[in-house]
């Protein structure tokens, strides 16, 4: 339980205390009402006595009472009606509020720290009217009037005639059975007669005869002349005279006012409960009780609190601070005692003392010493009660029953005189006298005696009281006899039925055991007690009990916490709306932020409701807001009655200052840092054929991979624009703006272009948000940035659709638990500084949008218009943190974040604006085909543009055609076939020799050293106009690998008048071409043997090109025609086909394989002219009727393309370290010999069949031959990767890089052709020699000296060799030495001799060369291409 202000032991006989009836006549009550006050009430505060008293027991032991305190109130002649008691006991309570500035105490409990008033002074008042205002009841005596005092004026016409009156009125009350009520404690009561002195008006003289007159009458102990009314009220104003009374009618003036109609006071007072609380019991604010005689009419509820009479004059001030403003404000209109001095004060004093020691306290030890002497006599035991106590106890003890045994006798009645309840009258005055031993003696005889009567509600009286003296005596000898009060409560609950003595004994037994530190114990008799039957009694004992729980030596914060939500549930039921609020917010500290989310819901909504009703509405609020808020775990329908509750009470909360500030919405959650910034306009969708760049848009994904490569493309242009540097302030342009971008710089964004804010809301609830009206909230700054600086920067703009236009969403769903963005748009009209600052919209919820089970079946979804039940405007604000730095130590050691700038634009002047559409651009190519499509360029903006360059990772994926494409017409027959190639009609007559044609790499855009994936634009005039479109062919070439390719290109693009701050813009476009595989052509180059050719020098080749058809025909090509080999090279050309097979149609249908041979020759010197010219010869061999020129456009831009990405790709590969530069340069000379730059080109066409209709596809592929006799493919290589190897665990020795070249290259210096016949008739019969005439040709191909060994000795190395050369011989010399020039032939007469017939090779002679500047010799074997067989016939 809280900390009480009085102990126990001073609360327990300030609640017992004896009683005195007040009688007075009416003008007696006219001289009190001048005070505002009645008789009963003037006493009140003078009420204790200042000073021990004593008296003697019937012992005659002296006896000494402390502290007493007597209750004097008019009499009634009604019980009180429990109805008007309830609606008192709620005022008290809801009067009583905690002080304003009161300091709560901290408890520490566990990890818990809580707040929580120590006292509930609201408890005190409840328990201590609930006491005073007990009925008077026939099984107990405690409250039974003692005494009574008559009351008369000294200005009535017959005084002591009036005494008579008003002593015969007592007697009749008492005496007569028409009143059962008030009750009288012993029939001969003592009567006490005052005579009220009004000083100020009265005769002093006429009042002390009158007094005489009475004393002779009624004898001097029971007489008093009390003089009042000593100043005129009039003068109250004088002087300020303490006001003792206001602290005990303040309290709750309903229960001073003895008589209702009686004076203006009695109205106000009636008026002081609060008016928002309303009485359960239904009764009106005045309680009425007519037909009853003047002076009595309704119960006389009294308060007294004041602990100590010194006090008296400034009340105690718990009193004070426990009394409620409202209260205050009724009475302050009316002064108590206003015409009293501090004389009359200790008069009235003086008074009390005087009845108390002369009339009171000698009557109630006579009546003791008459009880004790009547029990004595009537049991016949001996003379004392006090040695009869003796044996009772130390006598064979009576079992007693238990209270389960025992039959609901509660309905016996004793007759007044019965010797039981004689007992029980002496225990209850000894008891009112604070004599507890004899008390106790009392009680527990009585006690048995109603057990053995089984008298049930006298005994459960009997027993409550037993225990409380036990508890008091002094000295302790006994302890508290906790069972005694256990069975009393259960018997008044269970058997008796009377909820009110439960509850008194519960107040008392609870406030003892507390004082016992049991702590534990008193909570559970608390919380027996809480039913049904009162809600305002059940919130109060529940509350103690939490405060139990709290206050025990190992704080139980829990049940605290769950004892104060029932405490605040019931106060809420008894309409103590403050108070309940109270409790739950205590409890709040308990469960807050601990994870148990539905309790804390239910907390949270409870305090929103009921701050809502005391019209907090900002508690309410914020209460409401928490529901929201947190993850919470209640059902659909919960959430969104919670929500439809919070909207309400914003509502009313915006409706109290609707021009204030918009407030800040919890709901729906916002994060912020996924917030993105699109600038410029949405992409307008394919028309028909034209397809739209793809630009970059809000829907696609942010891959780091993939701005990183557009970053590139755009530093390479950029690269190229300003003369292969990039500038220092260059930035890439950012056209979308999101978490990964670079934000620490303001971005731009172009006047008259929209900018988009992706918002990305999350419902946490599982029901339905609407969001209406929604917008961003911007606040704008106009500038000019051309250039005036000493321009003043104009004021902030913030809802100006002249300079900024924003885009409203009416309706905006968001589903249950559903992460949705919104895209809003603000148009810029004028350049300035923008900053977004958050979105501002109506919060709302759709009606009925939740059925029974849960499932939301949304009104009118697919009108879009939904029904919103409420909603409230607000804004959410949207507060970007910025990435944490963590460059220099500084930042790394703290935490530190960068700005974050990606929603403070800065609007720059107008640019232009270019979009491109690609027309009949295909999606699926086969590897190598050639297609022709057209892109438009298009100016949407109000400025011309310029300088449009195109730029891509794969240039030879597409082409916009050379220089001369446009200076060539179209064939006829190429219209025909709508062929993309140029092509020419050709005789059948030239079938198998070349045609000849040249071109430069610089007509197709490739120069030397500029970079060839930086294409411009060929712009008629270099100049796209406002409004101007543009169409251009575009020829493209599926990638020679299969497989999915997406294709970057970025084109890029200025304005023609330059801008400070925009320097360029870029448009992206990401193609993606699926490409199915066609042909596979592999090809050789050798040197032909043959050496004869028209010059006689330079050497001929053969190149062998294998094309095998590998598609697998997904793409429904039937079948692939070879319509066309070309070479290209700048200084070798095709000559002829030397196709074996007369077949002149190269088809291949699929899986077949093709092979082709053609001969190749130098370029004459005047064809191959200087190297620098780049010019580059073509050469074309015909398989059908038309020659495609190939160093026309595009085959020569594919081709070109194609030649600079290989040279791209070999550049990449390291290259060896330099040695000693004699052997680099001997070893170049000898590497070159086996050089040849010969490339092939393939053109084929494929004839496809698809919806019944058959096209013609035609393509390219390439072969690049860099070295004689190694084979070249038209497709990249797929690395296969090498075995695993065991590890090998050597020290590695200092290798040098071999400055050798290898055995190949070696054996490409010089080329050996024999000639010789190829059959020999030798008559065997008649020569047995046979001697045949050979050539040897040694052919220099290196541009540098050669020295030449030919050795003809056979190698004997195995007999197997001498087999196969069969048994031949060189004549003549058998070693020669030779030198050759540069490209040098020369020729050797050999012989060779036979001895019988057979087939012979004549490849033997081994040919060692070396260069002749050089010391080092390299001599390897000469390789013979083949051998040279030769047939030996006998005629």
Not at 1139 to 1164: I, M, P, Q, T
Not at 1210 to 1232: G, N, T, Y
Request: proline share 5%.
């Amino acid at each position: 339980m809280a900390q009480c202000v009085q102990s126990v032991q001073e609360l327990i006989p300030d609640s017992f205390v004896p009683c005195v009836a007040a009688l007075c006549s009416d003008e007696a009550e006219r001289l009190t009402r001048r005070n505002h006050l009645s008789f009963a009430e003037l006493l009140k505060p003078f009420s204790r006595l200042t000073s021990e008293v004593h008296m003697r027991d019937p012992n005659n032991q002296l006896h000494i009472i402390k502290n007493l305190k007597i209750a004097v109130s008019n009499i009634i002649t009604q019980p009180p009606q429990p109805g008007a008691i309830r609606k008192l006991l709620n005022d008290v309570v809801s009067a009583s509020q905690p002080a304003e500035g009161l300091v709560a105490n901290v408890i520490t409990a566990g990890d818990y720290d809580l707040n929580i008033s120590a006292t509930t002074p609201w408890f005190e008042s409840y328990r201590e009217t609930f006491l005073q205002s007990m009925p008077a009841s026939d099984h107990e005596f405690l409250n039974h009037y003692l005494a009574c005092m008559l009351v008369a004026s000294s200005s009535e016409a017959e005084p002591v005639e009036q005494f008579s009156k008003l002593s015969q009125e007592q007697h009749r009350i008492q005496h007569n059975s028409d009143y059962s009520y008030p009750k009288w404690f012993i029939p001969n009561t003592l009567k006490y007669y005052v005579l009220l002195h009004d000083v100020s008006a009265g005769d002093e003289q006429r009042a002390d005869s009158v007094y005489e007159e009475m004393k002779q009458k009624y004898g001097t102990q029971c007489c008093y002349l009390l003089k009042i009314n000593s100043r005129t009220s009039n003068r109250a104003s004088d002087e300020q005279i303490p006001d003792p009374w206001s602290q005990y009618l303040q309290k709750n003036s309903i229960q001073n006012q003895e008589s209702y109609e009686d004076g203006p006071y009695a109205i106000t007072a009636n008026k002081n409960s609060d008016s928002n609380l309303f009485s359960l019991d239904g009764l009106d604010n005045e309680v009425k009780v007519d037909g009853l005689p003047n002076n009595f009419r309704t119960h006389s509820l009294q308060l007294d609190q004041s602990s100590d009479p010194s006090n008296s004059f400034d009340g105690p001030d718990h009193v004070k601070s426990s009394s409620s403003h409202e209260t205050k404000k009724t009475n302050t209109g009316i002064i108590h005692g206003a015409c009293l001095t501090l004389t009359d004060h200790d008069r009235i004093r003086q008074f009390i003392q005087e009845f108390t020691f002369r009339g009171l306290l000698p009557h109630i030890e006579k009546t003791i010493r008459q009880l004790n002497d009547q029990l004595i006599s009537r049991k016949g035991l001996s003379r004392s009660l006090f040695s009869a106590t003796k044996k009772w106890f130390s006598g064979s003890k009576v079992p007693e029953k238990s209270i389960n045994e025992l039959k609901n006798t509660s309905g016996l009645l004793y007759p007044p005189e019965a010797p039981e309840l004689q007992i029980r009258k002496m225990a209850d005055l000894c008891f009112l006298v604070q004599h507890y031993d004899l008390a106790y003696s009392c009680y527990h005889t009585a006690k048995k005696d109603f057990l053995n009567d089984q008298a049930m509600l006298y005994a459960a009286g009997a027993l409550e009281m037993a225990a409380v003296s036990a508890f008091l005596q002094p000295g302790a000898p006994r302890p508290y006899p906790a069972h005694y009060m256990d069975t009393a409560i259960q018997t008044y609950r269970d058997i008796c039925k009377n909820m009110v003595l439960a509850e008194r004994c519960v107040l008392l037994s609870a406030e003892i055991l507390k004082s016992q530190s049991k702590y534990s114990e008193a909570a559970a008799l608390l919380i027996r007690l809480t039913s049904e039957d009162s809600d305002l009694r059940s919130a109060l004992l529940l509350e103690q009990a939490a405060h139990c729980f709290i206050n025990m030596k190992s704080p139980m914060v829990r049940k605290y916490a769950f004892h104060m939500i029932l405490a605040g549930h019931r106060f809420s039921k008894a309409g103590q709306k403050k108070h309940a609020l109270r409790c739950y917010c205590q409890a709040m500290q308990v469960y807050k932020g601990k994870g148990w989310s539905l309790a804390e819901d239910h907390i949270n909504f409870t305090i929103g409701r009921q701050s809502y009703t005391l019209r907090q509405l900002d508690n309410a609020v914020s209460a409401f807001r928490h529901i929201l808020i947190n993850e919470s775990k209640q059902s659909a329908p919960q959430q969104g009655a919670f929500l439809r509750e919070y909207l309400y009470v914003y509502k009313n909360v915006s409706q109290l200052s609707p021009d204030g500030p918009l407030p800040q919405l919890p709901l729906p959650y916002i994060n912020s840092s996924a917030t993105r910034l699109f600038f410029g306009h949405d992409r307008r969708p394919a028309d028909g054929e034209k397809q739209a760049a793809t630009h970059i848009s809000l829907d696609q994904e942010y891959d780091s991979e993939s701005s990183q490569q557009w970053r590139e493309l755009e530093e390479q242009v950029v690269a190229v624009v300003n003369k292969g540097v990039i500038p220092s302030n260059f930035h890439p342009i950012q056209y979308c703006l999101n978490s990964y971008s670079d934000n620490s710089r303001f971005p731009l964004a172009v006047v008259e272009e929209p900018i988009t804010v992706e918002v990305a809301f999350r419902n946490p609830l599982k029901v339905p948000l609407l969001l209406t009206d929604l917008s961003l909230l911007w606040k704008f700054q106009p500038k000019d940035f051309s250039g005036m600086d000493n321009e003043e920067v104009k004021e902030l703009v913030t809802g100006e659709p002249k300079m900024i236009g924003t885009e409203v969403v009416s309706e905006f769903l968001i589903n249950s638990e559903e992460s949705k963005v919104a895209r809003l748009k603000l148009f810029p009209h004028h350049i300035g500084e923008l900053h977004i600052l958050g979105v501002v919209y109506n919060l709302g919820t759709i009606q009925g949008s939740v059925t029974v089970d849960g499932i939301g079946a949304l009104p009118g979804c697919h009108t879009g218009k939904y029904s919103s039940s409420m909603s409230v405007r607000g804004r959410q604000d949207l507060e970007i943190q910025g990435p944490r730095l963590n460059n220099t130590k500084e930042e790394k050691t703290s935490i530190k974040y960068g700005p974050d700038r990606r929603l403070d634009p800065i609007i720059t002047e107008e640019m232009p604006l270019l979009e491109v559409f690609f027309i009949h651009f295909p999606t699926g190519l086969l590897c190598g085909e050639i297609r022709k499509a057209y892109v438009e360029f298009v100016n949407v903006s109000k400025c011309p543009l310029t300088g449009l360059k195109v730029v891509s990772k794969r240039p030879e994926f597409f082409t916009f055609g050379g220089n001369t494409a446009v200076l060539t017409p179209l064939s006829p027959s190429a219209s025909e076939n709508c062929s993309a190639y140029k092509t020419v009609v050709t005789e059948s007559t030239s079938m198998c020799t070349a045609l000849i044609s040249s071109a430069s790499s610089l007509d197709f855009g490739i120069g030397i050293g500029s970079q060839p994936e930086v294409i411009p634009v060929p712009l008629p005039d270099t100049v796209l106009l406002p409004g101007a479109s543009v169409q251009l062919p575009m020829w493209l070439r599926g990638p020679d690998e299969e497989g999915v390719h997406e294709i970057n290109f970025l084109f890029y693009y200025e304005s023609v008048k330059k801008q400070p701050k925009i320097r360029h813009r870029i448009l992206r476009h990401t193609a993606v071409i699926c490409t199915s595989r066609s042909l596979n052509v592999r090809a050789t180059v050798c040197r032909s043997n043959s050496l004869e050719d028209e010059e006689g020098r330079g050497g001929n080749m053969l190149v062998f090109v294998d094309v095998e058809n590998i598609n697998t025909s997904e793409a429904g090509v039937k079948e692939f025609h070879i319509v066309q080999v070309s070479s290209s090279s700048k200084h070798w050309k095709l000559q002829k086909s030397v196709n074996l097979s007369e077949n002149k149609d190269a088809k291949l249908a699929s899986r077949e394989k093709g092979k082709f041979c053609f001969k190749a020759v130098r370029c004459k010197e005047k064809e191959a002219v200087t190297q620098s010219s780049e010019k580059y010869t073509f050469a074309d061999i015909i398989f059908g009727n038309e020659q495609i020129v190939s160093s026309a456009s595009p085959c020569a831009d594919f081709f070109h393309r194609s030649l600079s990405s290989e040279l791209k790709k070999s550049r990449a590969q390291p290259s060896v370290h330099k040695v000693k530069q004699s052997l680099e340069d001997a070893v170049r000379v000898i590497q070159k010999c086996s050089e040849v730059d010969l490339n092939i080109v393939i053109l084929w066409k494929a004839y496809v069949v698809e919806d019944s209709k058959q096209l013609i596809l035609e393509g390219q592929h390439h072969v690049i031959l860099h070295t004689i006799g190694k084979e070249a493919f038209s497709y990249p290589q797929k690395q296969e990767p090498p075995e695993m190897e065991l590890l090998k665990f050597v020290r590695p020795e200092n290798t040098t890089v071999s400055s050798r070249p290898s055995v190949e290259q070696l054996s490409s210096l010089i080329k050996t052709s024999l000639h010789y016949p190829e059959s020999f008739n030798h008559p065997f019969h008649q020569k047995s020699l046979c001697f045949v005439p050979v050539t040897l040709l040694l052919s220099n191909c290196s541009k540098a000296d050669v020295d030449v060994i030919v050795d003809l000795r056979h190698k004997t190395t195995s007999p197997e060799a001498l087999e196969i050369h069969g048994s031949f011989t060189w004549l003549g010399q058998t070693q020669y030495k030779l030198q050759l020039k540069s490209q040098e032939i020369h020729s050797l007469q050999l012989k060779a001799c036979f001895v019988h017939t057979g087939v012979y090779n004549l490849g033997t002679p081994r040919v060692f060369a070396k260069l002749s500047d050089q010391v080092t010799v390299f001599e390897t074997n000469q390789q013979n291409s083949m051998p040279a067989l030769i047939i030996i016939n006998n005629v």
